[in-house]
């Protein structure tokens, strides 16, 4: 098993009332200081050398724009440091926005420079962008998916094929691609790919043999997407392993069950809490032509009753997936998602202190629907064994230390999953035969005899 | 008076390789309307007046839900181009031609390119110009519901407005609604809703028949673009409404038809 250290670099000086009356993105700049930026930015770099000293496989980080929950506004820049101050981690970055970089040769680059300067140590992986990105970068969310797989199939040529070339595409046009930057690791570094249960993501991962890595999601929803990824797989011809997926879980650990919760809950004002609703209004969230029509379907039916409209941020996210009986499985699973993000921000007063009662109050459903573990080492080791035993992924994440979260009360965490959870969680794995992409190949195993693939994750585990 | 839908007929017309819906009504001497940004509304008073004279005929933009889109066009000079193919395929020229919003900046795209396809032009809070003062109105940083509402001055002062919009929104209406959104980002993201360079593109539709109508309080595209049609535009008239928001044909409707009629003639 590979297994990384994650937080989101909240900008931690951020008025927990201005995140409830707006949402994370959308808080006008003027509560931004970049002196209190200067401290954190390079107290999460210093974080990750202390993940590396304490034995973590990798460390990951993501981008976001215009928001306090993720000072990550060029991840390609931090990944740079990292990979000079760092020795032996892997540089895991999950992932790149494409559609809304703009110029997928200049990224190429950027990936080789970072993956020569760490000596081979890069993992890069892609994404779309949330919603509000489009906005805070100007990419025509229109074009989003075209820009996406355009610009992902320029990156992979432009690091593998002998230039100079030519390019003429649709959105992308270079009349000379022979970048003197290339990568170390042959033919390019590992490409993981992140997401919130997208169906179509998912089957595009299968397709080009990608780890699909599941952030935090739902468990019954992340196994019905795993057999998703295993049914496009078997079309390709392989068999799907632990090595295809990766998942991130939420872990906060103190020497109390009490202190570790006190700490977890104001994960709630941080992290994905109870779900991106609190990452941005609806508006934002679902820009026009970024979703495909499946999709879309899925958003009219949270919006197109007024009344269902209404009410707290966390409306018709307490699910783990719609009810509906006779939806199949990628509905469930991009509408839970939908019910979960779309959070129906009413337009009307904010009553702060109502909103953040109700969200605090909501944490121990979370943690009942463990998307967020918390306690000793004691209590959380067997709900990890849980997580492993259901989804059987070959990488895993410990995400945690967002939110309002101290400095001190940060680097414990870390040091107590580093010394007394990582170990078992890594005979765990062992015990489970969760292989890493690093052991297996992706895309490596062959179908059985029968031809029909055999299922990586289970539900059964939760039953028992 | 063709009054009720089963005197509106519907075809497709096959335009390059796109299959184009075309919606039509009345009988005469044919009126091409262009829609706007949020789709055809369908029958309205004023269209229903209308057809006692003319045939009206209405092209559903390609990729706005019903017409597939055509991955070539990309912008609204794209979709104007289209159009005239459909155009000189179908309609001898001149054809009169009344746009609203989005609808009415494809009209103007079309009479910067060729004068010549059009008699009469109506243009209808067009986009496509930047208003001197105040911006268009960002409606992708609204869900569809925010923006209908947007469009008109008092929604519920237009009986008209109830009747397309009122109630629930339904499902069906809000992903038509998407659809419509969608295309209109692949076509005018950036700029948004307007090309810089038509000011000076319709120089040469000088002397083309040309009315401009504007509600005074259009909260979309502000109204003080209208003096920069009539300046772009050598001959254009400008009629404002007064109470009006962006939709004057439904919120100023028996004004709309007088000046529609009493503008087009025979």
Known sequence: ????????????????????????????????????????????????ILAEELGFDGVMLNEHHDTAFCMGSVMNVEASILARITKRVRIILLGNPLPVVGNPLRMAEELAMIDMISHGRLVTGWVRGAGSEQFATNANPGYNREYFNEAHDLVVQAWTRPGPWRYEGKH???????????????????????????????????????????????????????????????????QVGPENFGYLQKVFVAETDEKARELAKWDMFGGAGIGYSLFGKPQWMFPPGYNSKDATRRVARQFSDPAAAKGSPFAGGNGPASDKKDSTAEERIAQSQIDVRAGAWSDDHVDIEATRKQILDAFPQVERAMQVICGTPKTVIPKIRKVLEVLRPGIFGFWQNDGPISSEARTQNIRMIAEEVMPATREIAKELGLVSPFEVKPGSRKLPASGIPESVGSLAPLGS | MPDGANQWREETVRVDDTGLIVVTAGAGRPLLVLHDELGNPGALKWNRAIAARR????????????????????????????????????????????????????????????????????????????????????????????????????????????????????????????????????????????????????????????????????????????????????????????????????????????????????
């Open chain 1, 1 to 48: 098993m590979h297994i990384m250290y994650f937080t989101e670099r909240p900008y931690r000086a951020v008025s927990n009332d201005e995140v409830i009356k707006n949402g994370f993105f959308g808080i006008p700049n003027k509560h931004f200081d970049p002196a209190k930026g200067a401290v954190l930015l390079n107290e999460y770099l210093d974080e990750k």
């Open chain 1, 172 to 238: 992308f046009h270079y009349r000379f691609v022979d970048p003197w930057a290339l990568p170390l690791q042959k033919p390019h570094p590992p490409i993981w790919i992140p997401g919130l249960l997208s169906p179509e993501t998912v089957v595009w991962c299968a397709q080009h043999r990608y780890p699909y890595i599941a952030l935090a999601t739902f468990l019954e929803p992340t196994v019905e997407l795993w057999n998703i990824y295993r049914d496009a797989a078997a079309k390709e011809g392989y």
């Open chain 2, 55 to 266: 045939t009206i005929i209405t092209p559903l933009h390609p990729g706005f839900g019903r017409t597939p889109r055509a991955d070539w066009i990309c912008s609204i000079r794209d979709l104007a181009a289209f159009y005239a193919r459909y155009l000189n395929e179908n309609h001898p020229a001149p054809i009169d031609v009344i746009g609203f919003s989005l609808g009415g900046w494809i009209a103007a795209e079309m009479a910067a390119c060729n004068p010549g396809q059009f008699r009469k032009m109506i243009l209808v809070a067009p986009a496509g110009i930047r208003p001197p003062q105040g911006e268009i109105l960002d409606f992708f940083q609204m869900m569809a519901p925010q923006q209908v509402l947007a469009s008109v001055r008092d929604p519920a002062g237009t009986p008209e407005f109830a009747e397309l919009y009122g109630g629930p929104m339904a499902p069906a209406q809000f992903e038509s609604f998407e659809d419509a959104r969608a295309q209109t980002a692949r076509l005018a993201w950036t700029p948004f809703m307007h090309n810089p360079a038509l000011p000076h593109l319709l120089g040469v539709a000088a002397g083309l028949p040309t009315l401009v109508m504007w509600g005074r309080q259009d909260g979309v595209v502000p109204p003080s673009a209208a003096e920069r049609w009539r300046a772009a535009i050598s001959g254009a008239r400008v009629v404002m409404f007064d109470a009006c928001g962006h939709r004057p044909e439904i919120e100023r409707s028996a004004d709309f038809i007088r000046e529609t009629e009493a503008f087009l003639g025979d």
